[in-house]
């Protein structure tokens, strides 16, 4: 069974940091593009970041520089580190393919105060 477990997000006031958590289980997840996405109050799911299964990433325009991304293939987890956060970044963060084949999270709330 496909779940996908996120963590990690919380209340944290502008120019703090975070780091997110997906774990991932019933896919294979070592060979998977992962990927992070973003839904704000009133807003449609936006793209955040890629990273393939070799490690290679790709941002959005609005987070390059302050996000990264990362996996650990033993753990079957993909990680996002947020530095430098901004009020616009409040959202629900969620974790899936690049092509969000698998069905969603909970995703973790994220909650940036000025």
């Known amino acids: 069974q496909v779940q996908l477990v996120e963590s990690g997000g919380g209340l944290v006031q502008a120019g703090g940091s975070l780091r997110l958590s997906c774990a991932a289980s019933?896919?294979?997840?070592?060979?998977?593009?992962m990927a992070w996405y973003r839904q704000a109050p009133g807003k449609q799911r936006e793209f955040v970041a890629t990273?393939?299964?070799?490690?290679?990433?790709n941002y959005a325009d609005s987070v390059k520089g302050r996000f990264t991304i990362s996996r650990d293939n033993v753990k079957n987890t993909v990680y996002l580190q947020m530095n430098s956060l901004k009020p616009e970044d409040t959202a629900n963060y969620y974790c899936?393919?690049?092509?969000?084949?698998?069905?969603w999270g909970q995703g973790t709330q994220v909650t940036v105060s000025s």
């Open positions: 019933g896919i294979a997840f070592s060979i998977s593009t």
């Open positions: 990273i393939t299964s070799s490690g290679f990433t």
């Open positions: 899936n393919t690049n092509i969000a084949n698998l069905a």
